[in-house]
C-alpha cells in the first residue's frame, strides 16, 4: 500500500482529479467494472427499442384476438339458440362484454398501458367465458378454447407466477360452471372429460410458461450479444465492428441532405510509456477517463468510437470544421487539466493528447480516403510536437 502511494505522489496525480481511489486498487476492481455508464445508456435504448417492438406487435393481435372471441359467441348463440338457458340474461350480459371489451380494447392501444393491469383483465375475461359457457352447453361448449386464448396472452403480458395462477383460476371457474350447468339441466356429471379439460387447461398454462421463459432468455442472451457486440468493454464506446457499420449510415445521410461529416481522429502521446511504466490498471483508467472526456464535450448525436488502442475517433454531422477544431481543442483541454503525468527520469511527461481532422466530401469523396486525411492531419500533430489540433487543411497548406 505505501509503495502504492509513494508511485501515486510521484507520478503527480491531483487527489481531486484522481479516477479511484486506492482502496479500489487493493482490492483488485476492475476499471471496465466500475465504470458502466456508456453501456448502461445503451441498455436502456436497446430495452426500449425491444419494449416498443413487443407492443407494436402483440397489442393489435390481442385487439383482434378479442373482437373475434366476441364474434364467435354471439355466432355459438345463434347455433344453439335453443339451448341457452337464459336469453335475456344471456344478452343483458353480452351487450355489457361488448362493452367492457371496447373498453378494455382503447386501454390496451394506449402507449400509458400499465402491463401490471393485465392479470385482472384476464381474470374478468375468465369470468365472462365461463358465464357464456353455462349458457352455452356447459361442459359441451365450444367456449372451452377460449380460456386457452386468455392463458396466451397472459404469457406476453405478465409472468410466469400470474399465468399459473390465472390458469388455476380458470379451472377452478369452469368446474362450478360445468357442474352447475348439470345440475341445474339434470344432466349426469362427467367427471372424466372433466378432469381432462381442466388437466389440458394446467398443461397448456406450463408449456407455455416454459415457452415464454426460454423465449426470454433467448432474447435477453441475443440483445446482450448484439450489446457487446457494438461497445468496447472498457470505455463504454462504440467499437470499430459498429463503426463501420455507421460509416455507411453518415455517408448516406451526407450524400443524400448534402451535409458535412467531421472526422475527428485522437491518439493519446506517450501512452505505451506510462502503460509500460505504471501498468495496464493504471493505463486502463486513462483510456476511460479519456473516454469519459469526449463524452462531456460532444453531443449526443455524435458518434464516439474507440478506433485502436489509444486511438479515439468521433464523427459529427453538420458543424463547420472550424466548430469541430474548437471541439477538439476543448477536448485537449480537459485531458490537460487532468495534469497525468509520467516519471521519466528527473522529468514529469504530462499526459496529452493530439488531434487530427479531416471532413468528408470536402477533403475526399471517399469516406475511407477522408479518414486516411484525418489520420495524416493526426501524423502532422504528432510531428509538430505532440498535444496540438490539426486540420488537414494546415496539411495541405504546408505540402
Not at 3 to 14: E, M, S
Not at 345 to 356: A, E, P, Y
Request: aromatic share 12%; with cysteine.
Amino acid at each position: 500500500m505505501k509503495k502504492l502511494k509513494g508511485i501515486w505522489q510521484t507520478i503527480g496525480f491531483d487527489k481531486k482529479q484522481i479516477m479511484f481511489s486506492l482502496s479500489e486498487l487493493k482490492a483488485g476492481v476492475k476499471v471496465r467494472e466500475m465504470y458502466g455508464t456508456g453501456r448502461a445508456k445503451l441498455r436502456r435504448k436497446l430495452n426500449q427499442a425491444y419494449e416498443s417492438r413487443i407492443n407494436q406487435v402483440y397489442k393489435p393481435i390481442i385487439t383482434v384476438f378479442r373482437w373475434s372471441s366476441v364474434v364467435a359467441i354471439l355466432l355459438l348463440y345463434f347455433f344453439n339458440i335453443n339451448t341457452v338457458s337464459s336469453r335475456i340474461a344471456f344478452l343483458s350480459v353480452f351487450s355489457v362484454s361488448v362493452l367492457y371489451n371496447a373498453i378494455v380494447s382503447m386501454y390496451i392501444s394506449k402507449e400509458t398501458f400499465n402491463e401490471k393491469r393485465s392479470p385482472l383483465i384476464a381474470y374478468l375475461d375468465i369470468l365472462l367465458i365461463s358465464f357464456f359457457c353455462y349458457h352455452i352447453r356447459g361442459i359441451d361448449s365450444d367456449l372451452y378454447v377460449l380460456y386457452f386464448l386468455v392463458i396466451k396472452y397472459c404469457v406476453i403480458f405478465s409472468d410466469s407466477a400470474n399465468t399459473i395462477y390465472i390458469s388455476l383460476f380458470a379451472i377452478t371457474c369452469y368446474l362450478l360452471t360445468c357442474i352447475l350447468h348439470s345440475i341445474k339441466s339434470g344432466e349426469e356429471i362427467r367427471w372424466i372429460r372433466l378432469i381432462i379439460k381442466c388437466m389440458l387447461i394446467m398443461l397448456d398454462a406450463v408449456g407455455t410458461s416454459i415457452i415464454r421463459k426460454e423465449i426470454r432468455m433467448y432474447n435477453k442472451l441475443h440483445r446482450q450479444e448484439f450489446r457487446l457486440a457494438r461497445i468496447d468493454r472498457l470505455t463504454g464506446l462504440a467499437n470499430r465492428r459498429y463503426l463501420e457499420q455507421k460509416l455507411k449510415e453518415e455517408t448516406t445521410y451526407a450524400d443524400s441532405s448534402g451535409g458535412r461529416i467531421n472526422i475527428l481522429l485522437f491518439d493519446l502521446d506517450n501512452f505505451k510509456k506510462y502503460n509500460d511504466t505504471y501498468g495496464h490498471i493504471l493505463g486502463d483508467s486513462v483510456l476511460f477517463e479519456f473516454s469519459r472526456i469526449i463524452r462531456e464535450v460532444i453531443r449526443k448525436s455524435d458518434v464516439a468510437v474507440r478506433y485502436g488502442g489509444e486511438e479515439f475517433m468521433v464523427l459529427i454531422r453538420d458543424i463547420d470544421i472550424v466548430i469541430a477544431k474548437s471541439v477538439a481543442e476543448r477536448i485537449r483541454r480537459k485531458l490537460e487539466e487532468r495534469n497525468i503525468c509520467i516519471k521519466d527520469q528527473d522529468n514529469l511527461i504530462r499526459m496529452t493528447v493530439s488531434c487530427g481532422i479531416a471532413q468528408y466530401p470536402t477533403h475526399a469523396c471517399d469516406i475511407r480516403t477522408a479518414i486516411d486525411c484525418a489520420d495524416k492531419a493526426l501524423y502532422h500533430a504528432k510531428k509538430m510536437g505532440r498535444n496540438k489540433v490539426v486540420c488537414y487543411d494546415e496539411v495541405m497548406s504546408q505540402a
